[in-house]
């Protein structure tokens, strides 16, 4: 009887065990969070990450739209710079934001600061971003992608999404880049310093959360 008894409390300890072990396995399962972003049309193998504050900014050279080359160490030289990452001239969202920044750079250049904005799409493409939003400081065409993966914010595009942009927006992505992939920034903000030290940034791949003109002015180096 003693035997059957010792026997019945480790199999309720063992059945014990098993709930509690399904209990902490559950709990880490709100972690998925990266899956959730397959809905900001993020895939599932791409995990953007940013640059962190404190970072050296990436050595780059860029083409710029009159054919001539420029580097990134070269335009944080002299001054500040705020580098921020857009999708496209056919992103509503882009275009209010850029539309705000255009309205009130003067508000930061006046700090002795220089805006550039980088985006995937053409130059071409860059011209119909100008004319919709009136923005008038530099825009750098990435369709190579080499800065947007030298800062991080790179992503390739799922089908679904793509398809999403194409019925609604009537846009390509790959066509409006000139790739034959479609890749998207998170539309993040980063400040450089004049050392070329990342002293500010603003990443959410929510492409709905963008950094606010006070929020710039607020980090500005003194």
């Not at 972690?31 to 050595?59: E, F, M, R, W, Y």
């Amino acid at each position: 009887m003693k035997k059957l008894f010792f026997l019945a409390i480790a199999a309720s300890l063992s059945l014990t065990a098993c709930k509690n072990e399904t209990k902490s396995v559950s709990k880490t399962e709100p972690a998925v969070a990266i899956v959730d972003n397959t809905k900001l049309g993020i895939d599932i193998n791409s995990n953007p990450q940013g640059l962190a504050v404190g970072s050296q900014a990436p050595d780059l050279t860029f083409t710029l739209a009159d054919g001539t080359s420029e580097t990134l160490a070269n335009l944080y030289k002299d001054q500040p710079i705020v580098v921020f990452f857009y999708r496209g001239y056919w992103c509503p969202v882009c275009n209010k934001h850029l539309s705000a920044l255009a309205k009130q750079a003067e508000t930061i250049e006046v700090k002795g600061v220089k805006l550039v904005a980088i985006t995937p799409e053409t130059y071409e493409n860059v011209e119909k971003t100008k004319k919709q939003t009136g923005a008038h400081f530099t825009i750098i065409s990435d369709t190579n992608n080499a800065a947007l993966k030298a800062f991080g914010v790179d992503f390739k595009v799922t089908d679904k999404y793509q398809k999403m942009i194409q019925d609604h927006l009537n846009a390509s992505i790959k066509e409006t880049n000139g790739a034959t992939d479609a890749v998207l920034p998170v539309p993040a903000t980063y400040i450089i310093d004049t050392t070329g030290e990342i002293v500010y940034r603003q990443f959410n791949p929510d492409y709905k959360d963008r950094a606010s003109v006070d929020d710039i002015l607020a980090h500005l180096p003194k």
